[in-house]
């Protein structure tokens, strides 16, 4: 089974930056869409970021211009490199791994997550 262990989160004040890592164990890892999703406390999961095999992007248009969602086929690592953060960005980040060779947005498998946590 495909396994995603994100990391980089943490405590940062609004207006600053962090940089998420997922990395996975994937043979497929390079055929995959790749998607990071938030959650905060009482809200649903939204799609942040995601990015295609090729390396088409989306972003949910909160965080467009802020952060910057890439990948290491290589490495089989995603990022998301997030800045200007504000409080509303607080939530727990997980990334999802698509199905190979299709651009679908299931995520059959989903790391643990990590927290974001940005005070005022």
């Known amino acids: 089974q495909v396994q995603l262990v994100e990391s980089g989160g943490g405590l940062v004040q609004a207006g600053g930056s962090l940089r998420l890592s997922c990395a996975a164990s994937?043979?497929?890892?390079?055929?995959?869409?790749m998607g990071w999703y938030r959650q905060a406390p009482g809200k649903l999961r939204e799609l942040v970021a995601d990015?295609?095999?090729?390396?088409?992007?989306n972003y949910v248009d909160s965080v467009k211009g802020r952060f910057t969602i890439s990948r290491d086929n290589a490495k089989k690592t995603v990022y998301l490199q997030m800045s200007s953060l504000k409080p509303e960005d607080t939530a727990v980040y997980s990334c999802g791994a698509g199905r190979p060779s299709t651009l679908s947005r299931t995520y059959d498998y989903w790391g643990q997550g990590t927290q974001v946590t940005v005070s005022s």
């Open positions: 994937d043979s497929f890892f390079s055929l995959r869409r």
């Open positions: 990015i295609t095999s090729g390396g088409t992007t």
